[in-house]
């Protein structure tokens, strides 16, 4: 398979090994460690993005940020379960506690969107 072009519909995920790659937002918050070593903090992201790519994930990018999280990772990988391991891994080693949302870009939420089943009648009654 080659590359995407930018006329390509591969709903914006990176190809890895072949694979289409899902999205994923690592928030991060220091833990004491963390915070007592911060000097070194550019250098721990770094480490994580080979992490990620020892597991199979690509870290796409990194953000110090102000706020309830000290840190986000944008992390593209080819499922839930290395993602999760990406966050485990990551938190195993003392610095940060993690939060990992799944994240969707437009078009991926066009085809969820498209895969709307109608169950009952539409009613304007309804709440959910």
């Given amino acids: ?21 899902a999205t994923y937002i690592v928030l991060e918050g220091w833990v004491k460690q963390g915070i007592q070593a911060y ?15 020892k597991l199979g994930a690509t870290l796409k990018q990194t953000y ?8 986000v990772q944008i992390v593209e ?7 999760t391991a990406f966050a485990l891994a ?3 080693l003392g610095n940060v506690r ?5 994240a ?7 085809g969820i969107v498209a895969k709307e ?7 304007s009654d309804l709440i959910c």
Avoid: I
Avoid at 64 to 71: H, N, P
Avoid at 77 to 83: F, Q
């Fill in 90 to 92: 990551l938190s195993s």
């Fill in 1 to 21: 398979m080659g590359l995407p072009t930018p006329d390509s519909h591969l709903d914006s995920r990176s190809l890895h090994k072949g694979m289409n790659m």
């Fill in 98 to 102: 993690t939060t990992t949302l799944r």
């Fill in 104 to 110: 969707f870009d437009s078009a991926e939420m066009r």
């Fill in 64 to 71: 110090w940020t102000l706020g309830q999280y000290d840190v």
């Fill in 77 to 83: 990988a080819p499922d839930d379960e290395t993602a």
């Fill in 117 to 123: 089943v109608v169950l009952m009648p539409q009613r």
């Fill in 39 to 53: 000097g070194n903090t550019v250098d721990r992201a770094e480490a994580s993005g080979q992490l990620a790519t």
